[in-house]
C-alpha cells in the first residue's frame, strides 16, 4: 500500500475511508500486525475524515473498545470531540444518553484508558459539545455550578474538575498558537497531572548525568457494519 503511494483519503460514497473499514473490522483485530498496518494507514491519511453521520475511525476504534487503536490515533491527530449521530441499532455501552450524538471520548469507559489517550494528544482539541453534567465527575450543572472546557482536551467538566491552570510551555508544541490574552490556560484535573508530571520528567531527563561513554541515562516512562 504504502509502495505504491495508496491513499487512507479515499471516500466511498458514504464518505467511509480505508481507515473507516479497517477500524470496523473485527476480524483483522486477531493479528499481530494489526496495529502495525493501522500506523502505516494514518501515515498516509487524515484520521478525522467524517461519513455523512459524522463517525470517525476513531469512533469506530472506541466503539470496540480497542484501546491502543485509538491512542495510535490520537498521537496521529485523531480528534477526540467529534460529533457522531450514531445509527439507532448501536449498543450504547456509554454514560452520556442525554444527547443524539456522541464523542469518541463518551466512548472511553475507565479512567485508565482516558489517561492513555490524553496523554498522546498532540493537537489543540476542539471543544466539547454542551451538555448537563460534567464529563469527569459526572455530577449536574446547574445555576451556581458553572461549566468550563479543558483547553488541552477539550471536555467539559465543572469548576472542582477544572481548578487548575497552566502556561502555555506545559502543552504540546501545536498548542503554541492558542492566545487566550492570558499567562495560563484552564485545564482539568487529569490532563493538570499529565501535563505537569511530563514537565517534570522532561526536566529530569534534562539534568540527568553523562556516563564515561557520552550517554545520558535515560528515564523510564509510565503511561500507559460501515457507520
Not at 484520521?47 to 459524522?54: A, F, K, Y
Not at 484508558?113 to 489543540?124: E, F, G, H, Q
Request: hydrophobic fraction near 35%; aromatic fraction near 8%; charged fraction near 20%.
Amino acid at each position: 500500500f504504502s509502495k505504491n503511494n495508496g491513499s487512507s483519503n479515499i471516500v466511498n460514497l458514504e464518505s467511509s475511508t480505508p481507515l473507516h473499514y479497517f477500524c470496523n473490522n473485527v476480524s483483522l483485530r486477531q493479528y499481530a500486525s494489526y496495529h502495525e498496518i493501522l500506523q502505516l494507514l494514518v501515515a498516509r491519511g487524515d484520521p478525522n475524515i467524517e461519513t455523512h453521520s459524522g463517525c470517525t475511525a476513531l469512533h469506530l476504534a472506541l466503539y470496540h473498545q480497542d484501546i491502543s487503536s485509538a491512542e495510535i490515533l490520537v498521537k496521529n491527530g485523531a480528534l477526540l470531540n467529534i460529533s457522531w449521530s450514531k445509527p439507532e441499532e448501536c449498543v450504547e455501552f456509554w454514560s452520556n444518553k442525554d444527547s443524539s450524538t456522541v464523542l469518541p471520548v463518551d466512548m472511553v469507559r475507565d479512567e485508565y484508558s482516558l489517561r492513555r489517550l490524553l496523554s498522546v494528544i498532540s493537537m489543540p482539541q476542539p471543544w466539547a459539545e454542551s451538555r448537563s453534567a460534567c464529563m469527569q465527575c459526572n455530577s449536574l450543572f446547574k445555576a451556581f455550578k458553572r461549566q468550563h472546557h479543558c483547553r488541552h482536551c477539550g471536555r467539559l467538566v465543572c469548576g472542582p474538575c477544572s481548578s487548575g491552570a497552566l502556561e502555555i510551555t506545559y502543552f504540546p508544541s501545536s498548542f503554541r498558537s492558542l492566545n487566550e490574552g492570558t499567562s495560563s490556560l484552564r485545564v482539568c484535573v487529569v490532563c493538570e497531572d499529565i501535563l505537569t508530571s511530563r514537565k517534570k520528567r522532561s526536566r529530569t531527563s534534562f539534568r540527568q548525568p553523562i556516563l564515561n561513554s557520552g550517554t545520558a541515562i535515560t528515564p523510564l516512562f509510565d503511561y500507559g457494519r460501515t457507520f
